[in-house]
């Protein structure tokens, strides 16, 4: 427990300060699903343990974040040609304040209703949110526009966008893209006061992959997965995860072993990064420490597993992932062995959501808006399966904060609470 705490710190450290209770980003305060409340409800349906719902208006997959007592989401009209940032109150629910963006341009997606796929960024005084080809945006807590950037070029992919802005020391970092048209795929920093760029780091291929800071060996370090779009590329040919200095956006070492479309975030812990691949894509663990090519320091790799889209999460010395067909993986970190048997009766369901850690369980949101919970240990074990019913559907991921569960769907925000 000492040696996970002292993780949650040094990686907190890395990132701008917020309330312990908050969560003002994607995957919460340490970029990676960790959660050290321990007063979290196990058990709601969507009558008992709900505090309260609230109507959306548009479908989105981007998380909610909160902070100061706020809850903000974004959400997008069909054909992403109204793009909007909602302001709610955590303790009832109410609507604050709604800002729109309007793009009227053709952009092309997977689905017409999903153009809000990033998740905003908070440090308490500010929110900056990203809105794919209309731009990025940073608000303050009543609304007021501070700063916006329309100039970053048409994003454009057949699945869309998905990268959420990380805030860092003074720095607002997005990575932008991607782009299969011709268009660039960057890294950029601007100044989260006034917008202005700070630096800028071109890729030749793009992802939808979240960069994650964290501390290594006394440096913080930006780690984002990124791949070549061949679907049957072989070890040779495959991308890389790359370490970056946020500061300036140097490249500071490179992993080989991504292949095709990566939608997760990178992961990290006791000096070692993961990432993954979806789409039949791999996955690899690496020890960080070197510079330039480390990919002799890679401690596993796995190859041709199956898709995923949500990320996973590192809990002591285990990683636990969910593929999109809802079954849940455990392996050891440094070796790459899988440890759990799951039965098959057990299997099924679609998930798109990322794990997120709290109490010594793992919530994995499903798609039809069911929550399931596991035992965050080498030992198979369903805690509990919590479906809101109605017909709901989500594409998100749980929020934790205050001992309170945040939950989007396509058609409410949902807040759920044990009653005291």
């Not at 996955?283 to 990919?295: P, Q, S």
Request: charged share 20%; with cysteine.
């Amino acid at each position: 427990m000492k040696r996970r705490v002292s993780l949650l710190i040094g990686v907190v450290a890395a990132v701008s300060v917020v309330r312990a209770a908050d969560w003002p980003a994607w995957r919460g305060p340490t970029g990676q699903g960790l959660c050290e409340e321990a007063n979290v409800p196990l058990r709601w349906s969507g009558t008992q343990n709900v505090k309260w719902k609230v109507p959306l208006a548009h479908q989105g997959n981007s998380t909610p974040v909160v902070s100061r007592g706020r809850v903000f989401v974004t959400q997008a009209n069909t054909d992403g040609q109204m793009r909007s940032l909602l302001c709610f109150d955590r303790a009832d629910g109410k609507l604050l304040w709604q800002r729109d963006v309007a793009y009227a341009e053709k952009e092309l997606n997977w689905n017409r209703n999903w153009y809000c796929n990033a998740s905003p960024a908070t440090d308490g005084e500010r929110v900056v949110v990203s809105f794919g080809s209309a731009g990025m945006y940073c608000y303050d807590f009543d609304g007021k526009e501070l700063w916006k950037r329309t100039d970053l070029g048409k994003w454009e992919h057949k699945f869309g966008n998905a990268s959420s802005p990380v805030l860092y020391q003074d720095l607002a970092i997005l990575w932008c893209g991607p782009n299969e048209r011709g268009g660039r795929n960057f890294l950029l920093a601007v100044r989260k006061t006034t917008g202005e760029t700070v630096w800028e780091h071109n890729e030749p291929y793009g992802s939808w992959s979240t960069p994650l800071i964290v501390n290594v060996n006394g440096q913080d370090q930006l780690l984002l997965g990124m791949a070549l779009d061949r679907k049957n590329a072989d070890e040779s040919q495959f991308g890389f995860l790359k370490g970056f200095d946020p500061k300036t956006g140097q490249e500071l070492w490179r992993c080989r072993g991504l292949s095709s479309y990566v939608y997760t975030s990178p992961l990290y812990a006791h000096g070692i990064a993961v990432a993954m691949s979806g789409y039949n894509g791999s996955a690899m663990a690496v020890k960080l420490g070197g510079r330039g090519d480390i990919t002799k320091d890679r401690l596993w790799l796995h190859l041709r597993n199956t898709q995923r889209v949500g990320s996973g999460v590192i809990v002591g010395d285990y990683l636990y992932m969910v593929e999109e067909n809802a079954v849940p993986h455990c392996y050891e970190l440094k070796t790459g062995k899988e440890v759990w048997q799951v039965p098959e009766r057990a299997k099924g369901g679609v998930t798109w959501g990322s794990i997120v850690h709290a109490a010594g369980r793992l919530y994995v949101l499903m798609r039809n808006a069911d929550m399931l919970v596991l035992a965050a240990r080498p030992q198979y074990e369903v805690l509990a399966v919590n479906s809101l019913g109605g017909g709901e559907q989500t594409n998100s991921s749980p929020v934790i904060s205050d001992g309170e569960i945040f939950i989007r769907t396509f058609r409410h925000l949902w807040c759920i609470s044990e009653k005291k």
